[in-house]
């Protein structure tokens, strides 16, 4: 069984930083793509970030992008979310992912396991 805990979330003002991580047990993590997503109170899940197997390839959502970098340390079997430049928007809770893929996808569907999920909080 699959395992993924995440941890890192908490309160922070905006343009502040926090970096989450995502700790992954039960089967070889550097076979399988990982993603991020976030959910905010009264709104569907939405994807953040995904990374390849290797960590060569990343894809972002365009609300993110070039404040937020994926990064995986498959010595650990964790990978990363260092989210900067905060938003109030940004607040969720974020969950990270992991696909039995070698590919990122932006459909959570293709999802197979999940963390618990952590609580990111933004103050303006």
């Known amino acids: 069984q699959v395992q993924l805990v995440e941890s890192g979330g908490g309160l922070v003002q905006a343009g502040g930083s926090l970096r989450l991580s995502c700790a992954a047990s039960g089967r070889t993590f550097s076979s399988y793509a990982m993603g991020w997503f976030r959910q905010a109170p009264g709104k569907e899940r939405e994807f953040v970030a995904a990374?390849?197997?290797?960590?060569?390839?990343?894809d972002y959502a365009d609300s993110v992008k070039g404040r937020f970098t994926i990064s995986r340390d498959n010595a650990k079997n964790t990978v990363y979310l260092q989210m900067n430049s905060l938003k109030p928007e940004d607040t969720a809770v974020y969950y990270c992912?992991?696909?039995?893929?070698?590919?990122?996808?932006?459909?959570?569907?293709?999802?197979?396991?999940w963390g618990q999920g952590t609580q990111v909080t933004v103050s303006s």
């Open positions: 990374i390849t197997w290797n960590g060569r390839n990343t």
């Open positions: 992912a992991s696909r039995s893929s070698l590919y990122t996808s932006r459909v959570g569907g293709q999802y197979d396991y």
